[in-house]
């Protein structure tokens, strides 16, 4: 049986797992349709593609873009030019928002007693910084046992040390996955159904849902298949895999059907 999975993440955003590492892993729960999808970074895949080439994986560039409309409004671009300059430098501003963002967060923390710096967080180069880090940097502390608490208690919406997101808005992610000759896909619509407006973002450019996704019931991915339908999108598959230690640690997948992927299938190497 054939399993694509188009959603996960690496050490080059908030996962933790190199990308090479990501596609062994991959290779041993039998994906055969695979992307890596970091968050507003595209650095990976300099990594991620031989190692899947080696390991017999197709698979599409990916890249996952935060907006500001929503904590998990996030835009997938698949078939992207992960060496598009547009593109780069457009990634690079939105990452430079959540380095304001994170240093704010640490403000707050600071307030409460925590005292940890940016320079303390890991080593990010060119890579995306978000609150999982701080998450982590509070676990090396011994201040929570794990990212989930310290988000419950500090970091997640109506927490002490929360900050809205300051990324882009929809319409300009999804403008930054079209510059860049992709196709945009509304993540895990599940979680953004109160804010969701397929007409206005199909409008914009949007191409597809993420209808099949671990937190849908069966119920939800039908609903979401009957909308993708109702509003001309396709639909793609993921699992949003972050790795051993972040509490989204278990590689799967879903069934391939060519019937249901034909449209992002046209986007595999």
């Known amino acids: 049986m054939a399993l694509i999975n188009l959603h ?3 050490t080059f955003s908030d996962g933790t797992l190199t990308p090479a ?33 080696e ?9 996952e873009i935060s907006t500001c409309l929503h904590e998990n409004l996030h835009i997938l671009g698949y078939g992207i030019d ?37 320079e303390d967080l890991p080593d990010r180069g060119n890579r995306t910084v ?8 509070m676990r090396a502390l011994k201040l929570v046992p794990n990212r989930s608490q310290a988000f419950k208690r500090y970091l997640a919406p ?17 403008k930054a996955v079209k510059d860049a000759g992709g196709k945009a896909v509304l993540a895990h619509p599940g979680v953004v159904a109160k804010v969701m407006d397929l007409p206005a973002w199909r409008d914009a450019g949007l191409d597809g849902i993420e209808a099949f ?12 298949n009957s909308l993708a339908g109702r509003y001309g999108l396709f639909v793609t598959a993921g699992v949003d895999f972050h790795g051993p230690g972040s509490e989204r640690d278990r590689m799967s997948g879903f069934e391939y059907s060519e019937e249901t992927f034909r449209e992002v299938s046209k986007l595999f190497i």
Not at 55 to 63: F, L
Not at 130 to 137: I, L, M, N, S, T
Not at 158 to 174: D, H, K, L, Q, R
């Open 8 to 10: 996960n993440h690496s």
């Open 21 to 53: 590492a990501l596609a062994r892993e991959a290779a041993r729960a039998g994906i055969t349709y695979f992307s890596l999808t970091d968050h507003d970074m595209t650095g990976g895949w300099g990594e991620m593609e031989p190692a899947l080439k």
């Open 55 to 63: 390991a017999g994986i197709r698979y599409c560039y990916g890249v």
């Open 82 to 118: 992960p060496a598009d300059a547009g593109l780069a430098e457009r990634l690079a501003e939105f990452r430079g928002r959540r380095v304001v963002r994170i240093k704010r967060i640490l403000e707050l923390l600071k307030g409460l007693g925590i005292n940890i710096a940016f």
């Open 130 to 137: 978000g609150r999982p880090h701080v998450a982590d940097a």
């Open 158 to 174: 109506g927490a002490p040390a929360y900050v809205s997101p300051n990324g882009p808005t929809v319409e300009e992610a999804i």
């Open 213 to 224: 996704y671990p937190a849908h019931t069966g119920a939800a991915i039908r609903e979401f």
